[in-house]
């Protein structure tokens, strides 16, 4: 297993776009769903993204949490409610991401921002994924 990063901030409301963020079934076109920046409304599915999308490629599950500790606190002055945050705190998100892949469990937080904004991370198990058998987008 090895492990992809991602991560996206945007406008709020973008999230209501379900068809740029759910790929459509073969035989379709998936153009919209690759060139959309949205997340897509399935975590493994960050996967079919291209591959310039990948925000870091961590060697270790370490490096992963790391990552995460990294964004979550890049956006943290901008939390819309940070008190509510506070409440599960960043060391909880952290063991529970650092258990979860371990297992090879996708983690993905998604967090509102002020005016309206809300910023989602991703750590996507590939090669395998549990729930998706896709190839890996950086080969």
Known sequence: MHLHCY???GAGEDRELEGERRPPPPPA???VFLASPLPPMRTCD????????????????????????????????S???????ARIGLAVRLAFA???LGSGVDVQWGIWL???RFFTCAVICCSPNRHADYPCPAH
């Open 98 to 100: 650092e258990q979860d």
């Open 79 to 85: 939390f819309l409610r940070p008190e509510d945050e």
């Open 29 to 31: 076109d998936a153009d």
């Open 7 to 9: 991560s996206w901030t």
């Open 46 to 77: 960050w996967l079919l993204k291209p591959a310039q999308r990948i925000d870091a490629s961590p060697a270790t599950v370490r490096e992963a949490v790391e990552w995460l500790a990294d964004r979550y606190r890049a956006a943290e002055p």
């Open 114 to 116: 002020t005016a309206g």
